[in-house]
Every structure is written in C-alpha cells, then in structure tokens.
T-cell receptor, first 110, second 112 residues
Framework: GENVEQHPSTLSVQEGDSAVIKCTYSDSASNYFPWYKQELGKRPQLIIDIRSNVGEKKDQRIAVTLNKTAKHFSLHITETQPEDSAVYFCAASMNNDMRFGAGTRLTVKP | EADIYQTPRYLVIGTGKKITLECSQTMGHDKMYWYQQDPGMELHLIHYSYGVNSTEKGDLSSESTVSRIRTEHFPLTLESARPSHTSQYLC???????????FGPGTRLTVL
C-alpha cells in the first residue's frame, strides 16, 4: 500500500520568511496530492492540491510542486504570516484511497 | 447548507461502555471515512465505505464497527470503550468522481 513520509515534523519561521514542507510517497500509481491545513481545535481543510499530470500549481502565497520521477512533492508558503501557524498534512491518493503524512507543525513568529 | 456533521462534539464516558459516534453528510457524497487523531497528530484511518452496504477496515479498525445503511449516515460504534480510545474522531467524505476529502468538526472522546 501507499506510504507517505513528511518532513520536517516541526518548523518555526520568522514572519515574512518562506516555509517549505516536503513529502515523499511510495506508490507510483498515486495521482492526486492534496495539502490540508489544520488550525488548533478545528477540522483539516484543503488549501491546495495537484494532480500527477501537473508539475506545479500556485495560489497566491501558496505553491505546490510535484516530481513524479522522484516521487516527492512540496508545499511552499511565501511571506508567511502568524495566521499561517497550524499543522499541515500532505497526502497521496489513487481512486479515493488516500494516505496522509504525519503532519508538520508550522509556527510563524511575529 | 451542504456540510458534514458529527455528534456529539464532546463525550466523556466510563470504561466498558458501548458508544456510537454519529456522522452525517448532506453533500451527496458516496465515500465516507473515519479517522482517529490525537490533537495535531497523525490521522489514522479506522474504517471507510464506498457506498450503501459497503464497509472496509482501515489500519486501526479492530476495536470498532461501522455501518452504512443510508448514503448520508456513517456511524462508528465502540463496543467496549477503554482509556486507550481517548482521542479525537474525524469523519470525512468525498465523491467517487472527485478526490478531495471534506472533514467533519470531530468528536473529542474521553474514556475514564
């Protein structure tokens, strides 16, 4: 089955700096890679996703890149703000069979 | 408003009790999931369902059961609660035609 590894487990940045979270997956058949943000005490919510036929996708300050050959994908947050502080989960999916990474706790210091 | 609902939101019970956590979605989704998550930690898949009368076990299913009699309803039952069950339980759903999972607000369970 699919196995997703996520690094780092915690990340602390200064407001305005960039943050990068990386994930690797094991099943080359996976074709959908979402990123979820979970604020304290709230439900995970999708912030950006990418499909295997695309190498990069950007939405304002958030971007995701995918390297299918190496089986890894990354989340990039630029110009971080304190409200970006949360736990971020990557996932890899095929036919709705989704496996999540262990999460990255991002802290943005004002 | 189309959403996914979970009840109760908080539950404190004693060891050995049987409990059912409710999950309902009004989004017309086919596939539904249950996850166990300690706050801010990894999501562990407990059970999932492709549709009515379909249930599958996840990685953490041995102490619970689910049923899917109606498309919109996917309850999770713990036959005999133990302190090790203390955690947050998240329900999620998606359509077979899409990939994004939508999560409910969660049930925070404490077993004394």
């Amino acid at each position: 089955g699919e196995n997703v590894e996520q690094h780092p487990s915690t990340l602390s940045v200064q407001e305005g700096d960039s943050a990068v979270i990386k994930c690797t997956y094991s099943d080359s058949a996976s074709n959908y890679f979402p990123w979820y943000k979970q604020e304290l005490g709230k439900r995970p919510q999708l912030i950006i996703d990418i499909r295997s036929n695309v190498g990069e996708k950007k939405d304002q300050r958030i971007a995701v890149t995918l390297n299918k050959t190496a089986k890894h994908f990354s989340l990039h947050i630029t110009e971080t703000q304190p409200e970006d502080s949360a736990v971020y989960f990557c996932a890899a999916s095929m036919n709705n069979d989704m496996r999540f990474g262990a999460g990255t706790r991002l802290t943005v210091k004002p | 408003e189309a959403d996914i609902y979970q009840t109760p939101r908080y539950l404190v019970i004693g060891t050995g009790k049987k409990i059912t956590l409710e999950c309902s979605q009004t989004m017309g989704h086919d596939k539904m999931y249950w996850y166990q998550q300690d706050p801010g930690m990894e999501l562990h898949l407990i059970h999932y369902s492709y549709g009515v009368n379909s249930t599958e076990k996840g990685d953490l299913s041995s102490e619970s059961t689910v049923s899917r009699i109606r498309t919109e309803h996917f309850p999770l039952t713990l036959e005999s609660a133990r302190p090790s069950h203390t955690s947050q339980y998240l329900c999620a759903s998606t359509t077979l035609a899409r990939s994004e999972q939508f999560f409910g607000p969660g049930t925070r369970l404490t077993v004394l």
